[in-house]
């Protein structure tokens, strides 16, 4: 039973005369008040702070936190978003005191343990990607495009060439461009193809004809993410990546979904000239609610030198000893953020690696996709997946059949899944789905929490319309944010008690 006290203001728990502290008498002598504040500046009524016993702000603040939802505690099937668990080990090695303790002003030769550790993070990054220069300043999925975008406009301009177009397919996330629009390009959508392996919608894949209508000799990038949005692989990514070279352009892979590739197949092996990791998705750092995240970036040889800097540098001395250094590469675009980025990221995405070695990491992303079929084809019957037979890591259910036949849509199954415990999905998007449900298993779910999951689902498809319509019903809010012609925001509160306007 839901505790009480976290469905309760802190006023409403206020008693005359409770104290959390209790403080000495002052022996600062007892000034006029007029004396130390002018009076336009006084007030004219203390304000109505709450009175509180220690107690009661520890349990209040405790009970708000058994409200949220977290990889530790639920199922967390966001699509697109790699919401996997993150191991507590790397929480423990991440914070050693020769980690969390260094300044980032010290020098390179008093930090020399820490700086071998990123450059080794470089290498393996470099490896996984196939593209040998990295940086590793960005300091999200999001900056590491726009860090990569600014690489391109600096190389071309010092090519002497003005290239001013940057093409994504409709599918692309919507950052790809957000980040070209922000670095001064302009943007140019291409609609796509459908799948020829069953599916029932367009979008699937980028279509070589239209691709062709729009490269240039002003295109700059061609920004596609592989696996696409829709969790499948670019089959034609070698010839789309042809295209673009032969006008002189460079590809752009979107990493956010390298969970299904990594140490099976690599960006710059199939095309792609800059990609950026999403460290907190890919390599299990915790992220949430903005952050914490890292987002490096990987290029081809003949890019490094505009790299923003510093990178980190290994070189022997005359002795033979390693050294590391920090290097501002010769054409920089110069500094993208502090430092060397967001280095209590980097150092988890590092045990990470260093923990599961090649092997592993070729295997986790071989389970992720496993998982995503198999929960693929538990939904099958009821959220049809609207792309072709198979997927890698993730996949796009359609709930527009429920829709149309009985006025259940995406987001009624989204937030009825909160009152069995489950995270929604992703809904809604990628836009080329009508009622798109985007789920993404992970490979650090069970079979057990997979099956049940499912279970979840076949039971809410089955309740009343009203009932969907107007959940969750366990959550002291309920779609505040839901406002529009047909329905009127739900502020329900437990046991039918109004809910205050400023919560």
Excluded at 462 to 478: F, Q, R, Y
């Amino acid at each position: 039973m839901r505790n009480r006290q976290a469905t309760q203001l802190l006023c409403d728990l206020s008693h005359a005369g409770r104290r959390a502290a209790e403080y000495p008498a002052s022996d600062v002598p007892d000034w006029p008040l007029e004396d130390l504040i002018p009076a336009e500046f006084q007030a004219k009524c203390l304000p109505a702070l709450p009175e509180l016993a220690e107690p009661d702000v520890v349990r209040h603040f405790v009970n708000l936190s058994t409200l949220n939802m977290s990889v530790d505690t639920h199922f967390y099937p966001l699509g697109s978003c790699t919401m996997k668990y993150n191991p507590k080990r790397h929480e423990r090695l991440a914070g050693l005191p020769g980690i969390v303790d260094v300044h980032p002003h010290q020098t390179a030769g008093n930090i020399q343990g820490l700086l071998e550790l990123l450059y080794e993070m470089q290498r393996m990054l470099a490896e996984i990607a196939g593209l040998p220069a990295v940086s590793l300043q960005p300091a999200a999925g999001a900056h590491g495009e726009l860090t990569a975008l600014f690489v391109a406009a600096a190389y071309f301009r010092d090519r002497g060439e003005r290239r001013t177009k940057v093409i994504f397919p409709a599918s692309a996330h919507g950052t790809n461009p957000a980040s070209a629009a922000m670095a001064g390009f302009e943007c140019v959508e291409l609609k796509g193809t459908a799948s020829t392996s069953g599916a029932t919608g367009g979008g699937s894949f980028v279509d070589l004809d239209e691709l062709k209508q729009h490269v240039d000799h002003q295109t700059a990038v061609f920004m596609v993410t592989n696996p696409n949005t829709l969790g499948l692989f670019e089959k034609d990514i070698a010839a789309v990546a042809k295209i673009v070279h032969d006008a002189g352009g460079l590809v752009y892979i979107d990493g956010a979904n390298m969970n299904a590739i990594m140490g099976i197949t690599r960006p710059g092996d199939f095309g792609g000239d800059m990609m950026h990791y999403n460290v907190h998705k890919t390599f299990t750092g915790p992220h949430g609610a903005g952050g914490p995240g890292s987002g490096p970036i990987c290029v081809r040889d003949f890019l490094a030198d505009y790299l923003p800097g510093p990178v980190v540098r290994q070189r022997d001395t005359e002795s033979g000893d390693k050294r590391f250094e920090l290097a501002t590469p010769s054409k920089t675009i110069g500094r993208v953020r502090s430092f060397f980025g967001n280095v209590g990221i980097l150092v988890r995405g590092y045990c990470y690696l260093r923990t599961l070695g090649a092997a592993g990491v070729r295997s986790a992303a071989e389970q992720a996709i496993l998982n995503a079929n198999y929960l693929k084809e538990l939904l099958a019957d009821v959220l049809p997946s609207a792309h072709g037979k198979h997927c890698l890591h993730e996949f796009v259910a359609s709930a527009d059949g429920l829709a149309r036949s009985r006025g259940i849509s995406a987001m009624d199954i989204a937030k009825r899944l909160l009152d069995y415990g489950f995270h929604p999905p992703t809904v809604y998007f990628p836009l080329v789905v009508p009622h798109a449900m985007m789920f993404e298993p992970t490979e650090t779910e069970s079979k057990a929490t997979l099956d049940a999951f499912s279970e979840a689902i076949h039971k809410i498809v089955t309740e009343d319309g009203e009932l969907l319509h107007t959940a969750p019903h366990t959550a002291p809010v309920s779609r505040p944010e839901e406002v529009n012609a047909t329905r009127k925001p739900v502020l329900t509160w437990p046991k039918g008690q109004l809910v205050p306007i400023n919560m």
